[in-house]
């Protein structure tokens, strides 16, 4: 079964600075890879997603990830950290979607993002 | 727009008593699902469903039936409320092609007194 682990619970940025938040997932096979983001008081909403093919994917609000293979993660970055991506970030696994299968998402614990001003 | 809602949006219960959380999307979409969320922890599968009038069991589907009656409506339904199932739970629903990229609804904090 597939896994997902964050490993940081907690970052603190200053508004203006680079991120990267770490996800590792255990999966034997092909992933498809998510990352959402769930702001204060709200459901999560779909940042990103990685489909087998180009291992960086572009976001929405200037985020990106890095899928690695050979390292099993799929990394958030972004280069200039704005007060309103205050919220948590969470990475998600999902086996290589067969046809007429069904195989459930799984998160990681989520990773809570400060920014300080 | 496209959206899932959630009702109530937040209650609090009696141990013991029946609860029913309601879901409703406009997104015509298949599936839906029910996840919990505990603090310092990730969304926990708990039901979910591809067709009305059917359900299936997520990861921890112990103390909670589901319920599909139309394409639009997912319910939860704890008949025997503890205090373990104090949380944060979620609808989410998503298409069948792409059933992965999940659309959520706001939530609803249950408390368990």
């Known amino acids: 079964a597939q896994s997902v682990t964050q490993p940081d619970a907690r970052v603190t940025v200053s508004e203006g600075a680079s991120l990267q938040l770490r996800c590792k997932y255990s999966?034997?096979?092909?992933?498809?890879l998510f990352w959402y983001v769930q702001y204060p008081r709200q459901g999560l909403q779909l940042l990103l997603k990685y489909y087998p093919g180009d291992p960086v994917v572009q976001g929405v609000n200037g985020f990106e990830a890095e899928f690695s293979k050979s390292n099993s993660s799929f990394h958030l970055r972004k280069a200039s950290v704005h007060w309103s991506d205050w919220a948590v970030y969470f990475c998600a696994v999902n086996p290589l979607m067969l046809s007429g299968s069904f195989n459930k998402l799984t998160f990681g614990a989520g990773t809570r993002l400060a920014v300080c001003p | 727009e496209a959206a899932v809602t959630q009702s109530p949006r937040s209650k609090v219960a009696v141990t013991g008593g029946k609860v029913t959380l309601s879901c409703h999307q406009t997104?015509?979409?298949?599936?839906m699902y029910w996840y919990r969320q505990d603090t310092g922890h990730g969304l926990r599968l708990i039901h979910y469903?591809?067709?009305?009038?059917?359900?299936e069991k997520g990861d921890i589907p112990d103390g909670y039936k589901a319920s599909r009656p139309s394409q639009e409506n997912f319910s939860l339904i704890l008949e025997l409320a503890s205090l373990s199932q104090t949380a944060v739970y979620f609808c989410?629903?998503?298409?069948?092609?792409?059933?992965?990229?999940?659309?959520f609804g706001p939530g609803t904090r249950l408390t368990v007194l």
């Open positions: 989410a629903s998503s298409g069948r092609e792409n059933y992965a990229e999940q659309f």
């Open positions: 469903s591809y067709v009305a009038d059917s359900t």
């Open positions: 997104n015509n979409h298949d599936y």
């Open positions: 999966y034997f096979g092909t992933p498809y």
